[in-house]
């Protein structure tokens, strides 16, 4: 028997048993303690389950009847949603008054949004002597804008002494993000740039 061969076996055995959910201290002491097989007395283990077989747990659940019951309950509920989604977008393209209603509150909506951002523009002003973190600390001080820790951060992701995150990018509320920041120890000049 090879050297190979010899090490190939107890993985195979391993494996085998690490799927079958047995307990497997017991192969270990014997194989390494010189014994050519794997004694009988490995036993079926009902205690709890370690983290690997929690992984195989889940997906016996997940492919075993129960778990296919599952997903066609909510393959079904989605599409149920999907239908009665699809139902009301009909209903109110047939409706010309719920049609106009529908079209005045996305405008509505849009407009908001051209609002919101029209606050921003500041970040692409390019004028000499304007600098965008004046007017960032303008719009902060005000409330017309939010940045950093002023914004809602979300409950179920802070962990270990994190607020939570944000739901969206924040280094896009920052005063340089489209002229990039000159120290002034350039004399305001980006690299590349000649003095004059």
Do not use: H
């Not at 079926?44 to 778990?67: H, P, V």
């Not at 304007?130 to 914004?151: M, N, Q, T, Y």
Request: hydrophobic residues 30%.
């Amino acid at each position: 028997m090879t050297a190979q061969t010899k090490l190939t076996w107890p993985c195979m055995i391993l494996s085998l048993l690490l799927l079958s959910n047995v307990d497997i201290t017991g192969a270990f002491t014997s194989f390494y303690s010189g014994a050519r097989s794997v004694p009988s007395t490995i036993s079926s283990s009902s205690s709890s389950s370690t983290s690997l077989f929690g992984i195989l747990d889940d997906l016996k659940l997940i492919f075993s009847e129960d778990g296919k019951a599952a997903r066609r309950a909510y393959a079904e509920k989605e599409k149920d949603e999907q239908e009665k989604a699809l139902k009301e977008i009909q209903a109110r393209r047939r409706n010309p008054k719920a049609m106009e209603e529908y079209n005045q509150e996305t405008n509505e909506r849009r407009q908001e949004l051209m609002n919101e951002r029209s606050k921003w523009d500041f970040q692409q002003k390019v004028e000499p002597g304007f600098d965008p973190k004046d007017e960032w600390d303008r719009l902060r001080a005000a409330g017309e804008i939010k940045v950093g820790s002023d914004l809602e951060r979300d409950e179920s992701s802070s962990r270990l002494g994190s607020e939570g995150l944000v739901d969206q990018r924040i280094d896009e509320l920052l005063p340089y993000i489209d002229a990039g920041y000159v120290p002034e120890e350039l004399g305001g000049k980006k690299d590349g740039e000649d003095s004059e």
